[in-house]
Nanobody, 119 residues
Framework: QVQLVESGGGLVQPGGSLRLSCAASGSAASIYTISWYRRAPGKQRESVAFITSGSSTNYADSVKGRFTISRDNAKNTVYLQMDSLKPEDTAVYYC?????????????WGQGTQVTVSS
């Protein structure tokens, strides 16, 4: 069974950039669809982006043009490059793994990493 660990969060000023990592162990991440979600204080969890095993990608409208999801199968890691960050991007960011983009069944969640965008 796959396990996921996020890293790369932190404090950044508006307009800045961060790169989050979702490292997989226990199983090859390459076979899974990996998604990034976020939960801001007082708000519901929001889907941010996902990447399929074939490297097709999908983004929420709120992050299109600013965030880029990618995967490095040799490193068993999926990345979320976040540019032009805004205060409303502040949230805990989580990654999860599914066997397909067509299923809602999640096989693993990471523990989350905090992103704070503030001056």
């Amino acid at each position: 069974q796959v396990q996921l660990v996020e890293s790369g969060g932190g404090l950044v000023q508006p307009g800045g950039s961060l790169r989050l990592s979702c490292a997989a162990s226990g199983s090859a991440a390459s076979i899974y669809t990996i998604s990034w979600y976020r939960r801001a204080p007082g708000k519901q969890r929001e889907s941010v982006a996902f990447i399929t095993s074939g490297s097709s990608t999908n983004y929420a409208d709120s992050v299109k043009g600013r965030f880029t999801i990618s995967r490095d199968n040799a490193k068993n890691t999926v990345y979320l490059q976040m540019d032009s960050l805004k205060p409303e991007d502040t949230a805990v960011y989580y990654c999860n793994a599914r066997r397909s983009p067509h299923t809602d069944i999640v096989v693993a969640w990471g523990q989350g990493t905090q992103v704070t965008v503030s001056s």
